[in-house]
């Protein structure tokens, strides 16, 4: 276990709670957005097992993780779920429809889209996570989610309810989380979708080598030449949605630079 800090509570704090952010954000964990835990792949590549992975992350942080492999999807799924979790003290169930969670999520509410949703929380409930600060200052250990329940009380209102770890409050200490917009988020594709979280824990971003930005998002896509195009075409669609003010891949150096826009800053201040 990692949890060495005032700020990671124990299971005797009942009214351990997330901060309240308003509706159109989301609370998102700088430890997970600035890693690969949530990687960027297609849907029809084969997830791979994992077992006591190294996961790529900036330097201060050391993570690693047992399970079926997450992508930025799950990602989506995991937000919504805290969301929903940050109006009650944590180790408290929280409550939903499958329905509603599809809405939220902006999938189609179909048997498909069910399904997905409770394999994503199952790969969460399955896993095993330690991240910690490589200056020992505070950290978690466990899974991303204690337990999942469902009733088939009738499609498509089954009542899910959902145990979140009050220890996982580590990573949403009061300087280790980040407002990200919801609503722009979820109209990105994956590898924009992870800039998008990467860069919101960025309010003045210095430059990252495409190489490093390659390691860092979890891509499957090997060759750094078909990475850099696909990478130069989410930073303008970020541009075009008014995340980036400006965005470029400098030709000699390599390194990405980007800078926030002023209307996504204000927008993420809630």
Known sequence: MARRSSSVVTLDQAQAQFEMWPE???????????????????????????????????????????????????????LQIVHLARTQPL????????????????????????????????????????????????????????????????????????????EILALYSATSWTRVEWKMRLGLPPLAKWLHGFYSTHQMPFPYSVTKIHELCGTRTVQIRQFRYKLRQALELLVERGFFADAKIETRSDLVHVERSRRALIGAEG
């Open 24 to 78: 159109p954000i989301r609370g998102m964990s700088n430890a997970i957005a600035r890693s690969a835990l949530y990687r960027v792949g297609h849907p029809r590549e084969p997830r791979l097992q994992l077992k006591r992975e190294l996961i790529t992350s900036l330097a201060n942080y050391n993570i690693t993780y047992t399970g079926e492999e997450l992508r930025q999807d799950d990602h989506d799924v995991f």
């Open 91 to 166: 180790g408290t169930p929280v409550r939903f429809t499958a329905h509603s969670m599809l809405t939220e999520l902006g999938w189609t509410i179909n048997s498909e889209s069910y399904e997905r949703l409770r394999n994503s929380i199952d790969r969460h409930k399955a896993s095993a996570l330690t991240v910690a600060m490589n200056d020992g200052s505070q950290g978690y250990s466990g899974s991303l989610i204690r337990t999942f329940k469902w009733s088939e009380g009738g499609t498509p209102l089954q009542r899910w309810e959902i145990l979140l770890e009050p």
